[in-house]
């Protein structure tokens, strides 16, 4: 079985730029977050879906967005690019998204100049 | 909101035992997990506590009081592999604490 998939696994953009992250979740998974990972810091919630309903959103701004689509699999938008967006981009799949075991994807890393 | 909180680093010899701490607030409480991280990966799901008391897979073993809003993590016969970030989770979104670097020397 796949695991948890991100695409594009690497990806350099410009300040000011717009940049869309996409995940697929494991079959059979209900539930995606999305998490920033600066280095040497934990991941920081960024925003929870299930059933294709936001159902929680981290203390980021407004510049980030995500959606879930029918099949499960989700995006994260972000706009007007800054260079402390400079991160590794993580998306985690759950069965139910209650706290329980979820598993990773490899990431993102988003590097803005 | 919910707020973690670990030790940054922790280092040990192979062969010990580590115990890392995780103190939390949280709103609602759905459990407390935790993760492993090496660098360059992807967290890994270690386990779950849902319930007081210690639950046990091979090496690891985590504990929870929610009374105390407390767990740990129980590390025993350190290899080298271990070396890695530990992560403890808490709340229906799982918000992480800032980590654990354990550093296992020979």
């Known amino acids: 079985d796949a695991g948890v998939t991100q695409s594009p696994t690497h990806l350099i953009k410009t300040r000011g730029q717009q940049v869309t992250l996409r995940c697929s979740p494991i079959s059979g998974h209900k539930s995606v977050s999305w998490y920033q990972q600066v280095l040497g810091q934990g991941p920081q919630f960024i925003f929870q879906?299930?059933?294709?309903?936001?159902?929680g959103r981290g203390n980021f701004p407004d510049r980030f967005s995500a959606r879930q689509f029918p099949n499960y699999s989700s995006e994260l938008n972000v706009n007007a690019l800054l260079l402390g967006d400079s991160a590794l981009y993580l998306c985690?799949?759950?069965?139910?998204?209650?706290?329980?075991?979820?598993?990773f994807g490899q990431g993102t890393r988003l590097t803005v100049v | 909101g919910q707020s973690l909180e670990q030790p940054s680093e922790v280092t040990a010899v192979e062969g010990a035992i580590v115990q890392i701490n995780c103190t939390y607030q949280?709103?609602?409480?759905?459990?407390l997990s935790w993760y492993q991280q090496h660098d360059g990966g992807a967290p890994t799901f270690l386990s779950y506590?849902?319930?007081?008391g210690l639950e046990e897979t091979g090496r690891f073993s985590s504990f929870l009081s929610r009374s105390d809003s407390y767990g740990y993590l129980l590390l025993q016969e350190l290899q080298m592999k271990d070396s890695a970030s530990y992560f403890c989770?808490?709340?229906?979104?799982?918000?992480f604490g800032a980590g654990t670097r354990l550093t296992v020397k020979p």
């Open positions: 989770a808490v709340g229906i979104d799982m918000r």
């Open positions: 949280t709103s609602g409480f759905y459990g």
């Open positions: 985690a799949s759950s069965l139910a998204g209650t706290g329980t075991e979820a598993f």
């Open positions: 506590n849902a319930l007081d």
């Open positions: 879906y299930y059933e294709k309903e936001e159902r």
